[in-house]
């Protein structure tokens, strides 16, 4: 194997996602883990259902679209940006608003918006971390 073969197999294998719950891919996807018994869904891990105490979790794949229920503008830093809850086909996801204005004019409630993901920077070792975000759907 030559260097350049060596290099460029690590740059497509060097990426890591920023949150456990995003599975990346061709087309990454957000994963819950889901309550067997009473179906609650949470993106962290946890020992027993916050709903009914029960502890069997699946692993379920969350919708990538969605509208935006709720949203608040964050003045942090140099750069304002778009703190938002979006309902996934019944899943609230928190989330940034990507590629849209940080103004209260530009983001709409009940708007339709479809993940993304962004590269965070690489580490020295050039495994880049991956993190999502929700932008305006096209349609
Ligand atoms: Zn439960």
Redesign the pocket.
């Known amino acids: 194997m030559s260097e350049n073969q060596k290099s460029e197999q690590k740059s497509k294998t060097g990426e890591i996602p920023f949150v456990d719950y995003l599975v990346l891919g061709e087309d990454p996807y957000l994963q819950a883990n889901e309550?067997?018994?009473?179906?609650?869904r949470y993106f962290d891990r946890r020992n027993a259902?916050?709903?009914?105490?029960?502890d069997n979790f699946r692993q379920v794949p969350i919708a990538t679209e969605g509208e935006v229920t709720s949203f608040s503008i964050v003045q942090m830093g140099p750069i304002p940006y778009v703190s938002a809850v979006v309902d996934c086909d019944g899943t609230s996801v928190k989330c940034t608003l990507m590629n849209v204005e940080a103004t209260p004019e530009s983001v709409k409630l009940g708007m339709n918006v479809k993940l993304m993901t962004y590269s965070m920077g690489e580490d020295s070792e050039g495994v880049e971390a991956i993190a999502f975000g929700f932008e305006p759907a096209s349609s």
């Not at 259902?49 to 029960?54: I, L």
């Open positions: 309550c067997e018994s009473c179906g609650a259902c916050a709903s009914c105490f029960e």
